[in-house]
């Protein structure tokens, strides 16, 4: 979760890498209630973005309750909280959610039930961003977006955020448009005056994405340069891995674990898609996928610390809060499969070499109905059963949708 | 080219198909006269909606100059028509383009030099349409839907165009949404209805597209599906093969190949892309796919008479009628190389199981530079030997970006 | 299952298809009974081929205890089927299986407790077959592999199998190499000169590949030409979906709909894969789209009647009888999921366009656990609860790894 | 090219990765005699395994006139050197070309004309590999496969090689199977052991792959993984692009872009394809592809010195010396083109943001013919100005066709 986020991150996990990943003890079985433990302490961060209209570059439909303001989104993200109990925060972004005065926004957060979380910079909305912010050959709408960067850094400085989220939309469109090498230096350079700046308990999360809205070359295209990236700024920038910024077939879980190992994953920006960034609900297309993204994490133990679990989704047909909270349960559902792994017996298969029974082991796990178990932890954590049924007879959505014309 | 269109096509193509399609004096190479004359005969239609802006669903750039109603964006395929020589026609979208007069709109295009081509009607752009349109499971969705593709079909009569092109946006974005089967009988009862209101000597175009802005699935997903629904209905429907609705990998030159065998292509909406449905200008991304496409073309001899070669593409960063005029440029290059292709001598090769030098047959004509022979080309028809160049130094940009604010 | 093929099919199927597909009170929940029914009645026939030596281009490994010879393969589908219960046929694979006396080799299969099924003719071992079998320029070559595949007639006549199961590596590996028009009319001949010599009784089935072993074009390439070939052959032909022969994010199972809704899926190869057509065991990459698949069939009824289900996988680095067992399980798993989903709710969640409750259905139904239900399931039919461990401790695979040297 | 790799190598680059990459000098337009000179300095290495007989899982087809043992292998690639210029060196792959006398064998190479050059250990044609080489959860395995390593960086010395060229084909085929970040570590440990072995005036070349021979993860599966991994061994530890190690739609231009900046790319295996590693003809699928990375090559200057043209494709049914000798044309006609881009120009399109100027400077340079000036230059070089048809017509083809039977 991002909150918990601090600088002690960094110290921690550098004693862990300095020791070998694998210690025999960690693979047992965890007991029943360390399971419910785990599970009540995943905390889901939701975007205010989601709970507005969004749509494709053909339409954006307007959802009936949809909220229309950054209050309204905020509100909608406590919602989410208050029927689930694991979405603490919400991700703010900027300009879309910019007010005059952040510490009453972030007081009417806590009215609402949460705190704000990472802060976004959008760098994509305005006219001169149309060859690049970061990137533009350009100086003055480099600096301009730099600017843009720094203003979120002192949002999360009002707000005591501790993430900066940074995606860029910047790229080409045609062979030949920018100068691929060129760019990158301007993005390096953009971004260690932006590290620089940031107090020390701030992480920089850097997200990558292949394509979309460029469409030749995109400046950040995989996780190897955000990574190549990262690394030159310092400890305090990580990776962020969108599940839907891959080519198709990707092995997302390999670069999570790869990430872990190098103490470079900053967070997820959870959703699924069948063919680009689709921004669907997660684990609504490929829900072993998900389940195998948390196999890694929580294979990794004590590496998986300080992670980012964020949404970023874009719900253009169906209604936003329901989907925000079938969202959240069905990340649950693919972090509780993951929790009941046996890496002991799975451990011992792989060493043995026995393919089938090591896969069996996963698969086990998997089919699993965890259905039951989820609901008794969250009665346990004074929330709803069943979030979803809940919240739609709860008369929550008719109110709003009523409200919200 | 669509213009050319009329019923006797049918006739001729049924007899073509029942000859052989191979018939040995169809391999000579042509003669310079031939390919200069082919060459000029090529006739691409243009989009209206080409001309005004648009974008990805991030941000729509107002690119200056940009067409601001429909009756600029005539104006500019006109303009695209005069240094060019080769776009007479020009593609209108219902409602984008709804006029009250649609004589006074002929009248207009017929002043600025260009005819009205294919109707295109639009339902992507209703909330009614946000879970189908002609695939909706409401009837009176349904109805709305299929009542705007027949107000296309009387535009259509009214203006003397015979091509009606189809492309729907209906789909569902997860697994459940819809019933797969029910929304495909939906589907064909719908173009049934329609293909019986038109008029004998109108095609009817049926685009498919792999997915966007339907996630999930997309009711005509693939070219066996349009084929499938096509081959219902009658021989006035044809597919459309819309250059960029593919997946990655995809063979397009054989879907082309197989569609002309079949009776069966209608036209091309030509775009490249890079990674999905990215609308770049064609021959951009992958020129030697173009070429190749056209050497399907070209090889299909009379069986490629009456394709409908139009353009499909959004500029949103580059000025529009440039970005027009280097497409037609690149399709004709393209088209050029193809004419090059020595077939007598391929032929031989094939049948002898020359792999390598078949191979390098398609290459060396390929890899001929046809700028000059295209330049002389263009001269004798009255149009700049460099049509971008000539555009840009016209002046006509400069004045159309000062009027159009 | 392939044995219960019979031209009756085709009589029953074109009075299905005449009646609307949809019938109101075919959408009711399956009882209990109904569902333990349906899976003991789904029969999956396994390859001969699965259970020899086989591997990627770089290296086939020796896998301990895997079959020498078409005995050994045919000992092992018996053995798979005494386990599961469900697997009372394999197919065979001709010449890799030819034998002098097949009368001999179906009473060896019966006395395995398994009948053979399809009969697999396969033209690319030979040398004559490097650029092509069926398409080969070379019309002597075209004659032999039309005779290799009447063979296959003349075998499926001998041991009354009803399944002409047509794959054909057939394609080119260059632009130009071969003439893909003129291909595709030399395959149409052949298949239609194999369809006319086939007994009434027999079924056609033809597959398509995406790519591999060509690798510029393959001459069946997609469900849209085997569909197209297919209709034009006669009712007996039917289109084989192999699971792992398309681009990926293909959506499978609307391709499934399409086929069973005109009559024309004859039947499956399942395998999975996260790449290419990787042939790695059913449901182990993927498991919510081989559901998605049982889905459409499950909803199809009576459409679905007489589907050949057939595994097509190489287990390169696993065991062979133990991978196909497992096989065999995760399609039960997929099906009686499929059989689950409560179709009267969704039926009514899609008309009322209720896009998270009706994506939800499929969920709900998909994280049911049906381990136990199947175990019961398998101890009704006699077979073990686990039939893979099971296997693994009845000595079964020390016994042939100890003979097999 | 391989051969004038040297240790200075490494001093030279980080002076020039001191300075900005970007001169404005740099820029201009290089003289005729320029481009000639640098295309007579291209030196492509060929590889022996290039020269015997390879094939698809499917089929290994015997091609007349194919190379029996490593002596017919490395004459092979002397007498493509001979028609070509600009081949003088060839890879070995061990045990493929393991012989007693490695002197002896470097003798015979030069009394044929070239000299050898990488070393490619193969650690996949072992049973022992069956789950990996030095990714093997059995240690003995593990050391096994670095010795096999070592044994090569032996060969290299004896040999005066400077390339240690390493391809794994580790990986899993199913999720569990191995823990990933164990098998990363392991492979890091056994790459630290070999790099400390090597001399001062080798690199070792870390290739990666998306998938195949493994199915589910591959131990280095991008750039991103090769280039971590090379950063922790050191300055002499570079990353090898395969172009068809990539998903489709990778931008690969950008990969050779940003490791020529971050001065780690080692060097090519060229090939090209259109699905997966489909190892065809370098630009007989995408050649513009294979022009833009020779024009991010050209545009590197500088940085660009010493990287390892090598190619890396599998013949399987077209004959191996004339596909060779294409492939070396192709590659040239790539280069040569790249060297046309205005370069100028092109920085002042891109600094004026000009779209469409831009793309059209490199699609002029692309559409020049360069056939002529390529002939002139081999004529210059005393090689024949059509390599592949002097050498069809040479009469070598027919004498090793009947020689080796």
């Given at each position: 979760m991002v909150m918990n986020y601090t600088g002690k991150r960094v110290k921690k996990l550098k004693k862990l890498l300095e020791k070998k990943w694998f210690k025999g003890d960690d693979r047992r079985m965890p007991s029943i209630s360390e399971i419910k433990k785990a599970l009540q302490e995943l905390k889901i961060e939701t975007p205010s973005w989601g709970y507005g209209n969004s749509g494709t570059r053909f339409k954006v439909f307007t959802i009936p309750g949809?909220?229309?303001?950054?209050?309204?989104?905020?509100?909608?993200?406590?919602?989410?909280?208050?029927?689930?109990?694991?979405?603490?925060?919400?991700?703010?972004?900027?300009?879309?959610?910019?007010?005059?005065?952040?510490?009453?926004?972030?007081?009417?957060?806590?009215?609402?039930?949460?705190?704000?979380?990472?802060?976004?910079?959008?760098?994509?909305?305005?006219?001169?961003?149309?060859?690049?912010?970061?990137?533009?050959?350009?100086?003055?709408?480099?600096?301009?977006?730099?600017?843009?960067?720094?203003?979120?850094?002192?949002?999360?400085?009002?707000?005591?955020?501790?993430?900066?989220?940074?995606?860029?939309?910047?790229?080409?469109?045609?062979?030949?448009?920018?100068?691929?090498?060129?760019?990158?230096?301007?993005?390096?350079?953009?971004?260690?005056?932006?590290?620089?700046?940031?107090?020390?308990?701030?992480?920089?999360?850097?997200?990558?994405?292949?394509?979309?809205?460029?469409?030749?070359?995109?400046?950040?295209?995989?996780?190897?340069?955000?990574?190549?990236?990262?690394?030159?700024?310092?400890?305090?920038?990580?990776?962020?891995?969108?599940?839907?910024?891959?080519?198709?077939?990707?092995?997302?879980q390999q670069i999570v674990a790869i990430l872990l190992q190098e103490g470079r994953l900053g967070g997820f920006h959870f959703n699924d898609r069948k063919y680009a960034d689709d921004d669907l609900i997660a684990g609504s297309i490929d829900p072993y996928q998900l389940f195998l993204i948390f196999n890694e994490i929580v294979d990794a133990g004590d590496l998986s610390a300080g992670i980012a679990y964020m949404v970023d989704q874009s719900h253009g047909i169906e209604p936003k809060i329901p989907a925000m909270i079938r969202t959240v349960m069905n990340i649950q559902t693919a972090y509780a499969k993951a929790l009941l792994v046996d890496r002991e017996a799975l451990s011992q298969a792989q060493a043995e070499g026995d393919v089938i029974a090591a896969n069996s082991i996963l698969q086990d796990a998997f089919e699993t109905d965890v259905r039951k178990m989820l609901a008794e932890i969250r009665e346990e954590m004074g929330v709803p059963a069943d979030p979803l049924q809940a919240y739609l007879k709860s008369g929550h959505q008719q109110k709003i949708e009523a409200e919200r014309v």
């Open positions: 949809a909220a229309r303001d950054v209050y309204e989104r905020i509100a909608d993200a406590g919602t989410v909280h208050r029927f689930t109990g694991v979405c603490p925060t919400v991700a703010i972004h900027i300009p879309w959610d910019k007010v005059d005065d952040y510490k009453a926004l972030q007081d009417y957060a806590g009215e609402n039930g949460v705190a704000i979380g990472a802060v976004n910079p959008n760098l994509f909305q305005d006219e001169d961003y149309r060859l690049g912010s970061i990137t533009n050959s350009d100086p003055a709408i480099r600096r301009k977006a730099v600017a843009a960067i720094m203003e979120c850094v002192e949002i999360g400085k009002k707000i005591a955020s501790h993430s900066l989220s940074l995606w860029f939309a910047d790229g080409t469109n045609y062979p030949g448009q920018g100068h691929i090498r060129q760019r990158k230096e301007w993005l390096e350079e953009a971004l260690a005056g932006v590290y620089r700046a940031m107090p020390k308990d701030m992480q920089m999360l850097i997200e990558y994405k292949t394509f979309e809205p460029a469409f030749y070359h995109t400046d950040i295209p995989d996780w190897g340069t955000a990574f190549l990236i990262a690394s030159k700024l310092g400890p305090n920038a990580r990776v962020l891995v969108d599940t839907g910024h891959h080519h198709p077939g990707t092995n997302i």
